[in-house]
């Protein structure tokens, strides 16, 4: 069963931050790379955020680089974001997914978690 249980969202000042967890169903943590995905409001197409492969390469979107950090615990079936220098443009609910470079494997959600960078 795939299985996406997002946590650790909030509210934030600007500069502040934050760090994500994702708790994975094992069959899919284990055989996967992994992504964190977010989701501006008003409903549109969530946008790739960061990605970490089985063996630890990792990927990001050039609005992110050098301020979150992708992670993943193989003991737990968990994926973290280490999120840094918080934005308001960083404002959305944050998902993650298996990912099959840069866009999401499977079309089932976890309920995400909100990440809200405001002063």
């Known amino acids: 069963q795939v299985q996406f249980v997002e946590s650790g969202g909030g509210l934030v000042q600007p500069g502040g931050s934050l760090r994500l967890s994702c708790a994975v169903s094992?069959?899919?943590?284990?055989?996967?790379?992994m992504g964190w995905y977010r989701q501006y409001p008003a409903g549109k197409q969530r946008e790739f955020v960061a990605?970490?492969?089985?063996?630890?390469?990792?990927n990001y979107v050039d609005s992110v680089k050098g301020r979150f950090t992708i992670s993943r615990d193989n003991a737990e079936n968990t994926v973290y974001l280490q999120m840094n220098s918080l934005k308001p443009e960083d404002t959305a609910v944050y998902y993650c997914n298996a990912d099959a470079g840069r866009v999401p494997l499977f079309a089932s959600w976890g309920q995400g978690t909100q990440v809200t960078v405001s002063s």
């Open positions: 094992e069959i899919i943590f284990r055989i996967s790379d």
């Open positions: 990605s970490i492969s089985k063996d630890g390469p990792t």
